[in-house]
């Protein structure tokens, strides 16, 4: 089964820093590390009423297997634990998204 990671972005390009804050993240990244390639969308519920779990709900539908981000309300643990989507808690305000997808396709 192929990966597909949802990555949190402060900003539109792969240039951006993680955002840390999950639900009310700016943008979301799609990487595909086989394919080696990504897409960046905006995260259209960071306005919405329980935005990590809208957010969870709609990266399931899309095939993702993991996500990194920087923190996660127990709501949106519980739900990822439930749906079995591996979270990967990153602390590291200043990384570029380029350096996470090279951290991903150096395994």
Do not use: W
Request: aromatic letters at 8%.
């Amino acid at each position: 089964m192929n990966k597909l990671f949802a990555i949190t972005s402060s900003g539109k390009t792969e240039k951006s820093f993680l955002d840390l804050r999950f639900g009310k993240c700016a943008h979301i990244v799609f990487f595909d590390p086989v394919k080696n390639v990504f897409s960046i969308e905006e995260n259209k519920f960071i306005e919405k009423e329980h935005s990590g779990i809208r957010l969870v709900e709609y990266l399931q539908k899309e095939g993702v297997t993991s996500i990194i981000t920087g923190e996660v309300g127990p709501m949106v643990s519980k739900k990822l634990e439930k749906e079995k989507i591996q979270l990967v808690l990153l602390h590291e305000e200043r990384i570029k998204i380029e350096e996470i997808m090279d951290r991903i396709t150096e395994r």
